[in-house]
T-cell receptor, first 118, second 114 residues
Framework: AQSVTQLGSHVSVSEGALVLLRCNYSSSVPPYLFWYVQYPNQGLQLLLKYTTGATLVKGINGFEAEFKKSETSFHLTKPSAHMSDAAEYFCAVSAPGNYGGSQGNLIFGKGTKLSVKP | DVKVTQSSRYLVKRTGEKVFLECVQDMDHENMFWYRQDPGLGLRLIYFSYDVKMKEKGDIPEGYSVSREKKERFSLILESASTNQTSMYLC?????????????FGPGTRLTVT
């Protein structure tokens, strides 16, 4: 079975500082990995995803994440935080057979709220 | 652009009422999902469907049912609403193709049961 752990339910950074949101996963098969962002009172929006190929994945709004199989990690980074990055971020993993063999199911972490100080 | 719409952004219902939450997607996606989101608990899967008239239970199906009569529409039903079902409800859809598991989310319905 798959699982996702996000370290830190709240992260606070200063504007212009590095953003690092941690995600570790567990999967018995090669995983697909995702980062989603949720702004207040909105649904989730895909930031980036890793399926196969290049392990460094670039997403929208200057975010990127690196798939490290040996560390079972998929941490999200952004070199310089902006006030508009304040939101909740969710890491998710998917693999065939999460539920009775049905494809396309995602297992989500509990989320990390990012605050950006001026 | 994929669009997933939900019938209401905010809903207030009384205990014991039957509640319908509607979700429509316009991308001909095979898979559709209902989640509830609560602070500190993240997203929890209630039900999902990978084809018309097909449904599967997720992690927390108790107190809920679903209906999928058309490919684009997936309804969540609270048969007898209770206060512990006060939550944010998110609908999502995805393609059934193996290389594209990303899910597209609607804006959410914040349901309050009094």
């Amino acid at each position: 079975a798959q699982s996702v752990t996000q370290l830190g339910s709240h992260v606070s950074v200063s504007e212009g500082a590095l953003v690092l949101l941690r995600c570790n996963y567990s999967s018995s098969v090669p995983p697909y990995l995702f980062w989603y962002v949720q702004y207040p009172n909105q649904g989730l929006q895909l930031l980036l995803k890793y399926t196969t190929g290049a392990t460094l994945v670039k997403g929208i709004n200057g975010f990127e994440a690196e798939f490290k199989k040996s560390e079972t990690s998929f941490h999200l980074t952004k070199p310089s935080a902006h006030m508009s990055d304040a939101a909740e971020y969710f890491c998710a993993v998917s693999a065939p057979g999460n539920y009775g063999g049905s494809q396309g199911n995602l297992i989500f972490g509990k989320g990390t709220k990012l605050s950006v100080k001026p | 652009d994929v669009k997933v719409t939900q019938s209401s952004r905010y809903l207030v219902k009384r205990t014991g009422e039957k509640v319908f939450l509607e979700c429509v997607q316009d991308m001909d996606h095979e898979n559709m999902f209902w989640y509830r989101q609560d602070p500190g608990l993240g997203l929890r899967l209630i039900y999902f469907s990978y084809d018309v008239k097909m449904k599967e239970k997720g992690d927390i199906p108790e107190g809920y049912s679903v209906s999928r009569e058309k490919k684009e529409r997936f309804s969540l039903i609270l048969e007898s609403a209770s206060t512990n079902q006060t939550s944010m409800y998110l609908c999502a859809s995805s393609s059934g193709l193996a290389y594209s598991y990303e899910q597209y989310f609607g804006p959410g319905t914040r349901l309050t049961v009094t």
